[in-house]
């Protein structure tokens, strides 16, 4: 194939081959071979959030990934994750010429609880299921199946370009590095220290991933970052005992009423943010530009959407895609399944701010604690739990527009651009420690039950993923300035 190519190099036919490779790309995916390979891969218990599990985790890596990756030309080194012994991390390089533009890829090999006792009469979490166009087992869709997917691509451009069908040695015209971790469904523990550490290793000129959901099934995504999730506890603590109602109701300070009146200071009943430090600064013209495009789409099961919740003004898109939300978690006080005529000595609330980029959330608590006193609400605690920053790729960037259009050439269709998922992944790791614009290229669609049971793959959505990554890469190559940039 290589001969084929370099003699056709200039030639109007090169496009045929293109759509030959993404075809094979995609004809794979729907081949025993793939299968076989999910199913081994599906078949490791690599649950990141249960103890003991860290040698799954090495198995993945050292089994699965590793000997794939050195059939391509790559150099491996799996390596302890700074912050826990039972979730190591793995790097590959295939460097053609240090001079050379990188890209830096990425997936995840482990996955949620299997929750196995709640999935379908008739699937095992850990087995690789087929029913129609659904591949049912836990990482298809988060986040083996996605990755897999990737390294078809990869292979299947590097096969064309390698000499004697030999993929190692195929000159791509640039570099590839990868990056995979196994703990990023229990927060993607290490990964920042670890990539702090490595930035020799993992400098590159560009992002490229697959995690999450399209927009929709039918529609091929791009996003460009994450808003940002910041948890945090509302503590009312009066007394540690409860007081009968009757006796005590009017000299006690009720800790229930107290949160209830805190968390409306803080956002009203129609979902509004109150206070003016957890609002954003308005969305560059650019973001809402690309919101606007956004297809409207209602997949089939999801809840009816309320077009009077939320900031007003904004279209359902704008608010998921580029406003902050305030939600309430958790609510905790008395005993609800069994309610006594008592004041509860305590209450609290678990609430989340998801926040887009330009959100200024420094010394987080002691503004919300001064909010809340300004409002005449006074002794409760603020509590930070746990923070991810949120991300964003300009939609007007160059790389960009140049993914969008080999979508369009691959697909026919023209990709959804998210300039941020509503949800969080750990994008501000790439984004913020190692400087990168950041492409994320989801194949998934958001009925696959990710994280819940009866997790599944769309193998129609994988094998155009592995359409779309063969055009991709193959582009790269082609077109170097387009992809390797700044602007």
Sequence with gaps: MRSEISGREDAADVREIRRALTR??????????????????????????????????????????????????????????PESDEHPLLIATRVEDP???????????????????????????????RDGDRLYGRGTADNKGQHTVNTVALRTVLDAFGEDGNPAEAALGYNVSILMETAEEAGSKG???????????????????????????????LFLGSRGALNFRLIAHERDDNHHSGNWGGKLRNPATVIAAAINSLVDGNGVIRIPALRPADPPASVRAAVAKLPDVVDDGAPEIDPTWGEPGLTPAERVFAFNVLEVLALDAG?????????????????????????????FENRV?????????????????????????????????????????????????EPNLGGTIPNDVFAEVL?????????????????????????????????????????????????????
């Design 99 to 129: 001079d050379l533009p990188t890209v830096l890829l990425y997936g995840h090999g482990d996955v949620q609880f299997a929750h196995a006792d709640q999935w379908a009469e008739g699937l095992d979490p850990w087995v690789l299921t």
């Design 435 to 487: 400087g990168l614009p950041t492409v994320w290229v989801p194949h998934s669609y958001p009925g696959c039950h990710q994280h819940a049971p009866d997790e599944h793959a769309l193998l129609s959505i994988l094998e155009q993923g592995a359409e779309i990554m063969t055009g991709m890469f193959w582009d790269m190559r082609a077109n170097p300035s387009d992809w390797f940039t700044s602007k």
């Design 369 to 417: 604690r001064a909010h809340l006193e300004e409002q005449g609400i006074t002794g409760v605690v603020v509590e930070l739990d746990h923070c991810m920053p949120a991300t964003r790729l300009d939609p007007d960037s160059r790389v960009v527009g140049a993914a969008a259009e080999s979508i369009r050439k691959t697909t026919g269709l023209e990709a959804a651009v």
């Design 24 to 81: 094979e790309a995609g004809e794979f995916v729907r081949s025993d071979g793939f299968f076989e390979v999910l199913t081994s891969r599906v078949a490791r218990r690599t649950e990141s959030q249960e103890s003991g599990n860290g040698q799954a985790a090495r198995d993945y890596l050292s089994e699965d990934i590793v000997p794939e990756l050195a059939a391509l030309g790559f150099d491996s080194t799996i390596y302890e994750n």
């Design 335 to 363: 005993e609800p399944a069994q309610v006594v005529n008592a004041i509860p000595g305590t209450a609290s609330a678990m609430m989340q701010l998801r926040f887009v980029v330009g959100t200024d959330i420094s010394d």
């Design 191 to 221: 990964l920042r220290a670890f990539a702090a550490d490595h930035t020799d290793e993992l400098a590159a000129d560009l992002f490229l991933a697959s995690d999450g959901p399209r927009i929709s099934a039918e529609v091929p995504t």
